[in-house]
């Protein structure tokens, strides 16, 4: 099993700046990953990250406005950039490979204002 | 026509009621997920499925393959169980149903 500490659980933030979301992992897991879901909505895939490498990003989101970093096999961080109020969503982290069963960080509510 | 359709979208009954969700998938899968999300947005994994049925205290979870549907049955509800349930399907990559959100009254 696997426990994820993801922070902050909640932000409200104004137009235009900032936040930086982290997700810390209680053992070492080679993927992890990022999902944004809408309010009524299912979760969707951002990006996957990669210790080492670059992460992938889903069709429709970009490394501008959603940078990742992965300095670690236990450490990641999702950045929301310059964000407008559609960026209102719940953050999620996770992890589990194929054959795994998923773990969930607590999730990030942000409201932009 | 969404790859994950779950039914009902919305379930509220009296505690102590026999309760099943329904999770119907149209693409080839190598495993279920059946995921319980609170208010707040975290997520908790429930059952992870490729044949046959699970049972984990008052939770049981069944699939078909050949008819590309499982169920989610909880017995004996309590309101504690009050929550959004989650199906989700994996061949390549993760797809998630929309959530049926239930709600068990005292």
């Known amino acids: 099993s696997a426990v994820i500490s993801q922070k902050p659980s909640r932000d409200i933030c104004q137009r235009g700046t900032s936040l930086t979301i982290q997700c810390q992992v209680d053992?070492?897991?080679?993927?992890m990953f990022w999902y944004r879901q809408q309010p009524g909505q299912s979760l969707t895939l951002i990006a996957t990250?990669?210790?080492?490498?670059?992460?992938?990003?889903e069709s429709g989101f970009v490394i501008d406005k959603f940078p990742i970093s992965r300095p670690n096999l236990t450490f990641s961080t999702l950045t929301v950039s310059n964000m407008s109020p559609e960026d209102s969503s719940i953050y999620l982290c996770?992890?589990?490979?194929?054959?795994?069963?998923?773990?969930f960080g607590s999730g990030t509510q942000l409201s932009v204002l | 026509k969404n790859e994950v359709e779950q039914s009902p979208q919305n379930l509220t009954a009296q505690e102590g009621e026999f309760i099943t969700i329904n999770c119907s998938y149209s693409?080839?899968?190598?495993?279920l997920h059946w995921l319980q999300q609170h208010p707040g947005g975290g997520i908790v994994s429930l059952f992870m499925?490729?044949?046959g049925k699970k049972k984990h205290g008052r939770l049981i979870a069944t699939i078909n393959i050949q008819e590309k549907h499982s169920s989610l049955h909880i017995t004996a509800s309590h309101p504690r169980d009050s929550a959004v349930y989650i199906c989700?399907?994996?061949?390549?990559?993760?797809?998630f149903g929309k959530g049926t959100r239930l709600h068990i009254l005292p």
């Open positions: 996770s992890v589990g490979g194929v054959g795994e069963k998923l773990f």
């Open positions: 693409v080839g899968i190598s495993a």
């Open positions: 990250a990669n210790q080492g490498s670059e992460a992938t990003y």
């Open positions: 053992s070492q897991v080679t993927m």
């Open positions: 499925l490729s044949s």
């Open positions: 989700a399907v994996r061949d390549d990559k993760i797809i």
